[in-house]
């Protein structure tokens, strides 16, 4: 009868060593589950503010150049109250065309450098989480 106790108590022991063991590996899971997710929404965090940095960025790029735009047409339009001739005229003009054709480029490969930075920043986050689930997989193995 003893030796029955015996192996009853054993047995239940080990029931709950098995059962203690579980219920912690759970938990292990369920924290590093929950550090996983933090981790994720800060990334969203980090890429929504970079996104909304590099778009402020971009309208303000917009407005100077919009300001730059209206300086160099003021200025034409004040020069062309001085023409004498039509070769003046079309002399003030092409200047004119050329330097806002110039202005244009240059604005638009600007505007291709802010844009490629915005969506270099915004992405950053989201590939470092993705490097870090690919080393967790693999480190898991």
Known sequence: MA?????????????????????????????????????????????????????????????????????????????LSGVRSVQDLIEIQSDLAKTHMEACVTQMSKTTELMSALFRDAYQPFSARMTAAVESLQSGR
């Open 3 to 79: 030796t029955a106790k015996t192996a009853a108590d054993k047995i239940a022991n080990a029931g709950n060593e098995a059962l203690r063991d579980a219920m912690e590996k759970s938990m292990s899971g369920l924290n590093d589950l929950t550090a996983h997710s933090r981790k994720n929404l800060e990334a969203v965090i980090a890429s929504v503010t970079a996104t909304a940095k590099g778009a402020e960025t971009l309208g303000s790029e917009a407005v100077s150049f919009s300001k730059a735009a209206i300086e160099r047409q003021t200025a034409a339009v004040q020069s």
